[in-house]
């Protein structure tokens, strides 16, 4: 099946630094990706969607100035958390949706996500 | 998208088949049913999806009912390794692919 991957897996960082997670789909193509965080126990809850060569859309109540999204290939998205402070320690997970429509059209295919940690 | 109701937990013997009950009782004729899982700190992981007709993959099969207001998501024989929680998710067929995710059913499988 299509996969995609997330780097880095785990991050730690100290207060007020900035951090870069990538978002790759590694067989296909994805004009559409998708970013989501999770707390302890929670679901998931989508941050933003993420548009190749557009701005990102983001869900209300996430800070767009703080959570920086490019998607500039067809095979990559970031997500830069821009001086992160211990609140938004989370898991971070991307997601991409075939453009040749695999899935289906709601189908997502999911990274194995981004534990950050601010210290 | 409409809305979907899970049970928050279910057990499951290994080996014999996990049903796990969805309802949807607001779903539209153009929204589909989506089933993932996330095993504990994974990502999601795609298992299903169906819109009016039962569907049958390698991994499970996806009951609908006719009316489409609840369906059952079906793992023939669970292991050990089907313990996760499972997301039931309805969503439109033109809407430009935003998932969300409810609070899903634990399901966890035991020896």
């Known amino acids: 099946g299509a996969v995609v991957s997330q780097h880095p897996s785990w991050v730690i960082c100290k207060s007020g630094t900035s951090v870069k997670i990538e978002c790759r789909s590694l067989?296909?193509?994805?004009?559409?990706m998708f970013w989501y965080r999770q707390f302890p126990k929670q679901s998931l809850m989508l941050m933003a969607t993420?548009?190749?060569?557009?701005?990102?859309?983001?869900e209300q109540g996430v800070e767009k100035d703080k959570f920086l999204i490019n998607h500039a290939s067809l095979t990559l998205s970031t997500l830069t958390v821009t001086s992160a402070h211990p609140e938004d320690s989370s898991f971070y997970i991307c997601?991409?949706?075939?453009?040749?429509?695999?899935?289906?059209?709601?189908?997502?295919?999911f990274g194995p996500g981004t534990r950050l940690l601010v210290l | 998208d409409a809305k979907t109701t899970q049970p928050p937990s279910m057990d499951c013997a290994e080996g014999r088949a996990a049903n796990l009950p969805c309802n949807h009782s607001?779903?539209?004729?153009?929204?589909?049913v989506y089933w993932y899982r996330q095993i504990h700190s994974q990502g999601p992981q795609y298992i299903i999806h169906?819109?009016?007709n039962n569907e049958t993959n390698e991994m499970a099969s996806l009951i609908i009912t006719e009316d489409r207001k609840s369906s059952t998501l079906i793992l023939p024989h669970a292991t050990l390794r089907d313990t996760a929680v499972y997301y039931c998710?309805?969503?439109?067929?033109?809407?430009?692919?935003?998932?969300?995710f409810g609070q899903g059913t634990i399901l966890t499988v035991h020896p």
């Open positions: 607001t779903i539209s004729g153009n929204e589909y």
């Open positions: 067989d296909f193509q994805a004009t559409t």
């Open positions: 997601s991409a949706r075939d453009d040749s429509g695999g899935l289906g059209i709601g189908g997502q295919y």
């Open positions: 998710i309805v969503r439109s067929g033109t809407s430009y692919g935003k998932l969300t």
């Open positions: 169906g819109l009016k």
């Open positions: 993420s548009n190749e060569g557009s701005k990102a859309t983001y």
